[in-house]
Structures are given as C-alpha cells and as structure tokens.
C-alpha cells in the first residue's frame, strides 16, 4: 500500500526522501512523488511508475531544502495519473504564488464528497480524496498549521496517515494518524516520518509510534503529540533492533506470518466504505451496472487459479443462498480450453491477487469474445488483468509477498460476499438477511484476532503433525473449499502431500487412503452439516486416523472425537470460512517453519504465474 516519508532537519533533504521511498517500495505502488520547502517555496515532481522514473525527471534539477515529504501511491480513489499521485499541493498566497500547503495522505477520506461541494475553491487538479483534504486544510489556515490541521481533521470520516507542510513555515511537519500506521524516527534534532520504519533505520533506532487519534508537530524546538481536542499525549520512545529486512516484516519472522496477522485489518479495508446497513446491502461500484442490469444476469461463472480459486467456491455458496444465481466455478486454465457456454446475461468475475497470472488473463479475454460481462476482483492495482476488465474491484489487501496467498483470500471472499448480498437485495433476499450479514461482516476482524491469539497452540498443534507424508483435509458445505485451501497451504510451504475432501466423498474412494499413517483435518463448525460432518469424522477415527478438528468456541462433544482441536469464534454459516481458514494458514506456516523449509519463497513455485 501506499508510503509516506517526511523529513525535517539540517541535511539535504531530496536524498533522503528518495532513499526513503526506495525503501519502502516493497509495499508495491504505482506512482511517485516528492515536494521540498526552501525560501518560502515548495518544488514538486511526481511521476508514474517507480521511484527511479521520479529520480530520472527530477534529474539535475537543483530541489536543495532541509524539509520535505515524498509518497509511494497505489491508486485508489482515481486513476494511476500524474496528477493524482502525491504530494497534492494547494492554496495561493500572493507572495508565494500556487502551492503553499503540501500534503501526502494514506488511507481514505470516506465523506470527501461531502467536503468537496463545501469547498470555496471548487477548481481541481486530480480525482483524488487527498486533495480534497489538503484544500480542507488550507481553507481552515489562519498562521496556525497544527491547529488547521486538527480542525480539518475533526470534520473527516475515514482514515489517514498523513503529513502537512506548509510554505510559511519552514521549520515545521504536521503528522496525524488514524486508522493509517506513521512512525517518527528522532536523532539529534533531525525528525523522520515514514509508514513504517525501515527507511529511518539508516538514521536513527530511536522511534515514537503515532497512535489513532493523534497529531504530531514537529518543529526547531522539538516534537510536541497531541489528541484532536489538543491536549498533550506523552509518548515513549522505542529503541528498534530490527534490520531492514526484519523491519518490512513488521517484526514478524517471515511475510507470510505477517501477511496472516495483517488479516483483521485488510479485512476493514475491503469492507470499509462499501457497506449501506439501512439498506441491508452492499455499495460495489466496480460493477458498473444498473439496477435493471443487474436484474438481467442469470448466471453467474467465477474463474481463478489456487487460492483465488478457493475464494470463488466459497462465493458460489454466497451466489446460490442470497442471489439465487447459478454460479459455476473454474479453473482458468481448464475455461480457455473448453468451449464454455456463455452470452450477454451471463456475469463473469474474473480473480486473481496479482493481476497478472496468464491463465486468467487468457480466460478473461476468451468469456469477453464470447459476449459473456466481464469483471475483474484483483488485488494489485493497475495490473494486466484489472486493466483489462476496467470495470471491477480492488480487494484492498495491500502487497502480499509471501508466495502462498492468505490475506488476498480473505478479502477476495469479503468483496464477492458483498457482491452476492448485493445481488441478492435486488432480489429475494430480505433487509433482516442483509442487515444481519453486514453486521456478522463487521464482527469479522476482532474475531480473527481471537483466532490469531492461538497462534502459539497451533504451532503446538502442527508440530505433531509435520512428521507425516500425507495429510487428508475435510470439510462440508461452504468449509469444502477450506479443506481445499488448507490442503493447498500446507502442501506448497511444507512440500509434504495434502489433499482437500468433501467429507461425504469419503467413502467413495479417498476412505482407502485413510491410516494411522495419514492424519486428518477436519472443519466442524456448529451449522447444517454439523452431524454429517461428525459422521465422516467417525469413519477416518475408525480407520485409526490422528484427527485435529477445527470446532466452533463452546462446542464441547468436538473434544471428545478430536485428538488435537482448535477453537474458532461463532458467526454466519457463509462467513465461516473467514474464520475457519485462518487456523489451517497458521498450521501450515508453523509445519513449514518447523521442516526448516524456505516459507515465504517455496521450491518450484512463483508468486505471480505469468506464463502458461
Ligand atoms: O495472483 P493470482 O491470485 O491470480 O494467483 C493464483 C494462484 O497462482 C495462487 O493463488 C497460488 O495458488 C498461491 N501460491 C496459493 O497460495
């Protein structure tokens, strides 16, 4: 996602700024930028495409400045433009001309909108929610930049991490943080701000975290923190011993760990702004298609590959129960050969986290021949196949790096989810129905981290799992495709063999393959197939099957047909699998981890499939 850095201090600010964002560009971006203060002016360059590109236009241009900021943009509100990319910069005094205020901005400003009609000065520069914040800023400004910024503040919903800088103060950075991670290195009377702190590493270990709520003002006599009713927050300083690479973690050991616990808060980020609970439904504008249109499709076809996959067998639940839409799911690689029946009321979502896997793409271009709709549910902004499909969503995952894909599956089923309800209140399902969804969706995050505090049980768990060769995982209903998922977790990190089963497949052939050499996953969520899922799991225990059983919180019986089990928290039977997956992903990483295998780059295995 995006990144900010700031600086303020006594050396030449633009190297350090560019430094900066070449550290952060492993959180992926799309376009550039950098404004410097000197003299009462600020110069500004942004760029499409990487930092270098910036570098290059900005070239031997002199920018000299002790204060700056800079920002690594992934689009959005508003396309991958010049223009839109940060910093924004705003308001006119006479001596100074265009362009006092500065701003770059992380996150979303959800009521800009509003702001914008209240705006006196209506000319706009980009289609950004940013500027519509600088200009909000700017238009509150009267000598007092922390103070404009706190009361511009107060008027906006949404999320930001954020920092200001104004012409007229060349001394002074205004940092404020809600929802969007700013830290602020300190070395001797220099300051660093930066998303996270890798690009203060070089500089300093000496770091103070923003919390929500907070905005920092950093000038020639200090850093001063206050709340937005401008009392003073004291904040400790924190000594950093991460290198770099450890920092891009966040501290985690591996990305696919720190991909895993990013989870509750991505989650917030797909959902946000696109949920209407007094219509008990959803607002996706990526469909472009009107109510009427919408009405028109009758059938539904989802394509993607390995998790991508999974995410839309989950949705084909979500698309039949609210919907009442035939849905069919897809490999890609199997739909561009096939001769696939198609036309003009048929829905095609197309989804991939990269954008880029080549199947996909072909798959996607082959249902647009043959007239079918065509939309893209795609995690990096930007890519091949969400330019291709122009209409569509972004899952707002964030970069995932780790090559077995986990928070891009949560989100992937958070925004088809929304999908189905949306389609599914143009039709029969009720306002109660989607009322009640919207709000188990909301419930979702704090659930997840009451799943990812077992993270040390689990890796109890999965240590005594990580000998075998073969593990079976089972599930029903809406939890088959998380036996699928789960299967493929633990085979791409671990290299040991798993397979995902429907649990009523069983005896239908897989039963002979069960041993007390071949343990099982089971998934039993207390829902409709509770019983029959309790069945299957009585065939493989007979079978002398070591089973961990992945239960709903409070569900005591569970224990008793277990030998290992993991608790997950109760919700919708359709959002189960938010949850349920998140305990397979741990137990994986940990088998993995513990087989000393290469987790987040897996042998013979790429994070984007961009050839057949
Ligand atoms: O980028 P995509 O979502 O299109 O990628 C699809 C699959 O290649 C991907 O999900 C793959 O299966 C992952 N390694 C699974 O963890």
């Known amino acids: ?44 360059y942004r760029e499409v495409g990487k930092v270098d590109m910036l570098a290059k236009k900005i070239g031997t241009k002199s920018m000299p400045g002790n204060i700056g900021i800079a920002h690594t943009r992934w689009a959005t509100h508003g396309g991958v433009t010049e223009f839109n990319a940060h910093p924004h910069l705003v308001g006119q005094n ?18 800009y909108r509003e702001l914008k009609k209240k705006l006196k000065d209506q000319n706009f520069e980009s289609e950004t929610d940013t500027e519509i914040l600088a200009k909000w800023i700017y238009e509150r400004y009267d000598g ?13 919903r949404g999320t930001y991490g954020l920092v200001v800088m104004h012409a007229d103060h060349p001394h002074q950075l205004i940092a404020a943080r809600l929802g969007s991670p700013l830290v602020i290195g300190i070395s001797d009377g220099e300051y660093y701000i930066a998303s996270d702190v890798t690009p203060m590493l070089p500089y300093t270990k000496q770091v103070t975290f923003l919390d929500d709520g907070e905005v920092a003002s950093i000038n020639g006599d200090g850093l001063k923190i206050v709340n937005l009713r401008d009392e003073i927050v004291s904040k400790p300083v924190t000594q950093i011993d991460w290198d770099q690479e450890r920092a891009q973690k966040a501290g985690f050991e591996h990305f696919m760990l720190k991909e895993i616990f990013d989870q509750p808060t991505v989650f917030e980020d797909a959902v946000r702004g696109r949920l209407n609970m007094a219509e008990g439904t959803a607002v996706l504008g990526g469909l472009n298609m009107s109510p009427e249109q919408m009405r028109e499709v009758k059938r539904i076809i989802i394509i993607a590959e390995g998790t991508a996959r999974h995410a839309g ?50 798959a996607a271009r082959e249902a647009k021949r043959k007239g079918a709709v065509v939309r893209g549910i795609v995690n ?38 929304l999908y189905a309800l949306q389609f599914g209140r ?66 791409e990190i671990t290299y040991l063999h798993a397979e995902g089963l429907a649990g009523g497949s069983l005896k239908h052939g897989p039963l002979a393959l069960v041993s007390k050499d071949v343990p099982v996953v089971a998934i039993l969520p207390k829902d409709q197939l509770y019983e029959k899922m309790k069945s299957s799991i009585a065939e493989v225990r007979a079978r002398g099957a070591r089973t961990l059983v992945i239960a709903t919180a409070g569900d005591d019986e569970a224990k008793e047909i277990a030998d290992d089990i993991i608790y997950v928290p109760d919700t919708m039977e359709l959002l189960e699998p938010l949850l349920y997956t998140i305990p397979l992903q741990l137990f994986a990483y940990h088998m993995a981890v513990a087989l000393g295998r290469d987790v987040d780059r897996p042998r013979n295995l790429a994070k984007s499939v961009t050839v057949e």
């Open 1 to 44: 996602m995006c990144g900010i850095v700031g600086y303020i201090g006594n050396k030449q600010a633009l190297p350090i700024l560019l430094q900066g964002l070449r550290d952060l560009e492993y959180r992926g971006y799309d376009s550039a930028g950098v404004a410097v203060l000197d003299n009462g002016k600020i110069t500004r």
């Open 426 to 491: 143009l039709k029969h399902t009720s306002l109660a129905t989607g009322q009640r969804l919207l709000q188990a969706l909301l419930e979702i995050p704090e659930k997840m981290n009451v799943v990812l505090k077992q993270n040390d049980s689990i890796k109890k768990v999965a240590g005594r799992y990580k000998d075998y060769h073969d593990i079976l995982f089972i599930g029903r209903g809406v939890n088959y495709p998380v036996a699928l998922e789960g299967a493929l977790k633990s085979e």
């Open 313 to 362: 067998l989950v949705a084909k639940y979500a698309f039949e129960r609210l919907a009442n839409l035939p849905t069919e799911v897809d490999f890609s690689s199997e739909f561009r050969y096939r001769d696939p029946i198609v036309d003009k009321h048929t829905l095609v979502f197309v989804i991939s986290q990269s954008g880029e896997t080549a199947d996909t793409l072909m």
């Open 380 to 417: 990096v902004i930007g890519s091949t196949i969400a330019r291709e499909t122009k209409a569509g969503t972004y899952i707002h995952a964030g970069p995932e790096l780790a090559v077995a894909s986990t928070k891009a599956y949560t989100n992937m089923i958070a925004v088809l989810l």
């Open 94 to 111: 006479p001596p100074v001309g265009k362009g006092v205020l500065s701003v770059v901005h992380n996150g979303i400003i959800e009521n």
């Open 144 to 156: 007092n930049l922390a103070k404009a910024v706190r009361e511009a503040l107060l008027d906006v």
